[in-house]
Antibody, heavy 119, light 108 residues
Framework: QVQLVQSGAEVKKPGASVKVSCKAS????????IHWVRQAPGQGLESMAI????????SYTQRFQGRVSLTRDTSTSTVYMELSSLTSGDTAVYFC????????????WGQGTLVTISS | EIVLTQSPGTLSLSPGERATLSCRAS???????LAWYQQMPGQPPRLLIY???SRATGIPDRFSGSGSETDFTLTISRLEPEDFAVYYC?????????FGPGTKVEIK
């Protein structure tokens, strides 16, 4: 079965960076794009970025340009999301999710990683 | 950039009742790229509907989607206790994924 398993919760100080991992299993890793979506406490969903695991190409939502970076390791079927210059506004649950190919939607989600920014 | 508006913000209904949720886009979108998700507290979202009207794998047939261009609807024909949750619409357009603000369906 398709699974996306994310790394554990993080606490970071303002100005620092965080790197969250997402390990995929149950399907051919390079055949599906991976999204990163975040959700601030009590708020809605916000798309951040997407990566093509096949060639590593990425697309970043404009408001995160220059602060977010996606990479992948095909040997371990893992995608990494690094977010820099953290502020309290970045406190959120970060989800990785698999693209529902050709349908412009997302069919499988990771469990989420809570990132808390606190001085 | 496409902006999605969902209404109502909160829907208070009883089990067994029909729920009708609206999603309006700021510009015409392809029906192929309109999806609905359900999110329970503390859980990731779950894909319910894609392509505006196709149910995702394992989704009960009490969930249905319809609409075109700028107006889309998610209908839950008879609410079950496990359906009380937050529902988000989402669209893909111009290489951007956009989510609506959500509708909370709560028990009356």
């Amino acid at each position: 079965q398709v699974q996306l398993v994310q790394s554990g919760a993080e606490v970071k100080k303002p100005g620092a960076s965080v790197k969250v991992s997402c390990k995929a299993s149950g399907y051919t890793f390079t055949n599906y794009y991976i999204h990163w979506v975040r959700q601030a406490p009590g708020q809605g969903l916000e798309s951040m970025a997407i990566i093509n695991p096949s060639d590593g190409s990425t697309s970043y939502t404009q408001r995160f340009q220059g602060r977010v970076s996606l990479t992948r390791d095909t040997s371990t079927s893992t995608v990494y999301m690094e977010l820099s210059s953290l502020t309290s506004g970045d406190t959120a649950v970060y989800f990785c999710a698999r693209d529902h190919t050709n349908w412009g939607s997302i069919d499988y989600w990771g469990q989420g990683t809570l990132v808390t920014i606190s001085s | 950039e496409i902006v999605l508006t969902q209404s109502p913000g909160t829907l208070s209904l009883s089990p067994g009742e029909r729920a009708t949720l609206s999603c309006r886009a700021s510009q015409s979108v392809s029906s192929s790229y309109l999806a609905w998700y359900q999110q329970m507290p503390g859980q990731p979202p779950r894909l319910l509907i894609y392509g505006a009207s196709s149910r995702a794998t394992g989704i009960p047939d009490r969930f249905s989607g319809s609409g075109s261009e700028t107006d889309f609807t998610l209908t839950i024909s008879r609410l079950e206790p496990e359906d009380f949750a937050v529902y988000y619409c989402q669209v893909y357009g111009s290489s951007v994924f956009t989510f609506g603000p959500g509708t909370k369906v709560e028990i009356k």
